[in-house]
Nanobody
Framework: QVQLVQGGGGAAQAGGSVRLSCVVS????????ISWLRQTPGQERRGVAG????????YYTPSVRGRFNIVQDNAKNTFYLDISGLKPEDTGTYYC?????????????????????WGQGIQVTIAS
């Protein structure tokens, strides 16, 4: 059974940094994909970053490129999302999501896709 357990997050100041974690069990990252999505009140959940094909391909949306970084630690079965240069608009609930490499989100490298496995979500609040 695949499980994703998230950690990190919380409150931070603009300009600072945070690290979010996503511990994955029952899942092989070598071929599969992980996405990080963000949801804000009244908005749909949208992907901000993803890693595909076991880490061969990484994508960041233009709004976060250069500030968000996915780190994959295979020894710990953990994916991290490092966020630097925090902005108030980074505030939201962050989810990690995963799927089998044969599933549509992985095949199409769709960071906002309909993933099968989800973390519980974690709140990040950035004060200006």
């Amino acid at each position: 059974q695949v499980q994703l357990v998230q950690g990190g997050g919380g409150a931070a100041q603009a300009g600072g940094s945070v690290r979010l974690s996503c511990v994955v069990s029952g899942y092989r990252a070598s071929k599969n994909c992980i996405s990080w999505l963000r949801q804000t009140p009244g908005q749909e959940r949208r992907g901000v970053a993803g890693v595909f094909s076991g880490g061969e391909y990484t994508y960041y949306t233009p709004s976060v490129r250069g500030r968000f970084n996915i780190v994959q630690d295979n020894a710990k079965n953990t994916f991290y999302l490092d966020i630097s240069g925090l902005k108030p608009e980074d505030t939201g609930t962050y989810y990690c999501a995963a799927d089998d490499w044969r599933a549509a989100p992985c095949r199409h490298r769709d960071i906002s896709g309909d993933f099968t496995y989800w973390g519980q979500g974690i709140q990040v609040t950035i004060a200006s």
